[in-house]
T-cell receptor, first 113, second 112 residues
Framework: DAGITQSPRHKVTETGTPVTLRCHQTENHRYMYWYRQDPGHGLRLIHYSYGVKDTDKGEVSDGYSVSRSKTEDFLLTLESATSSQTSVYFC????????????FGQGTRLTVV | GENVEQHPSTLSVQEGDSAVIKCTYSDSASNYFPWYKQELGKRPQLIIDIRSNVGEKKDQRIAVTLNKTAKHFSLHITETQPEDSAVYFCAASDTGRRALTFGSGTRLQVQP
């Protein structure tokens, strides 16, 4: 398995609180992604990064922000968590452009109550 | 942007039968089509992929076919086994998009 870890693996938080999820890679891959997985929706892109300090929005970016200050770390922040953000969050990395294999982390199950 | 539709959402087959999952995409510029398998509680993992300069690709019991004119591609699993039970996702991208667009997934159940 590619060297990619997510933390925490599980989190329960209250509505309105900020939450930060961390993705750490040891592969030195340029591209990093955050997806959310919900039943019936597959994997939807939240944000992605194509280098240190270079990020862009995906299709479901509202309510989320990201930061990448080092190649190995990509942080996803929910500024004020809502129940609609209850989901499983996956980080992924890829070496090259989008037409190369993406390796996924183990996922973070987030519950907003 | 790209839109990927996947069918069926659930598929149940008997062990030893074949399974076919189909996807369509909207952006004619897409040129990379991977398939991911996700077992219960696990991360998605790539099982096979195809690029637009190829019409078919096989790897043991799995194969993928691509029809660029019709903008659809399919996953074929032959001689299914219980360990093939999982959720399968198709995806599409082009070199300019930097991120995969996924279908909604197919839950395959192989009955022993």
């Amino acid at each position: 398995d590619a060297g990619i870890t997510q933390s925490p693996r599980h989190k329960v938080t209250e509505t309105g609180t900020p939450v930060t999820l961390r993705c750490h890679q040891t592969e030195n891959h340029r591209y990093m992604y955050w997806y959310r997985q919900d039943p019936g929706h597959g994997l939807r892109l939240i944000h992605y990064s194509y280098g240190v300090k270079d990020t862009d929005k995906g299709e479901v970016s509202d309510g989320y922000s990201v930061s990448r200050s080092k190649t190995e770390d990509f942080l996803l922040t929910l500024e004020s968590a809502t129940s609609s953000q209850t989901s499983v969050y996956f980080c992924a990395i890829s070496e090259g452009l989008s037409n190369t294999e993406a390796f996924f982390g183990q996922g973070t199950r987030l519950t907003v109550v | 942007g790209e839109n990927v539709e996947q069918h069926p959402s659930t598929l149940s087959v008997q062990e030893g039968d074949s399974a076919v999952i189909k996807c369509t995409y909207s952006d004619s510029a897409s040129n990379y089509f991977p398939w991911y398998k996700q077992e219960l509680g696990k991360r998605p993992q790539l099982i096979i992929d195809i690029r637009s300069n190829v019409g078919e690709k096989k790897d043991q019991r799995i194969a993928v076919t691509l029809n660029k004119t019709a903008k659809h591609f399919s996953l074929h699993i032959t001689e299914t086994q219980p360990e093939d039970s999982a959720v399968y996702f198709c995806a599409a991208s082009d070199t300019g998009r930097r991120a995969l667009t996924f279908g909604s997934g197919t839950r395959l159940q192989v009955q022993p």
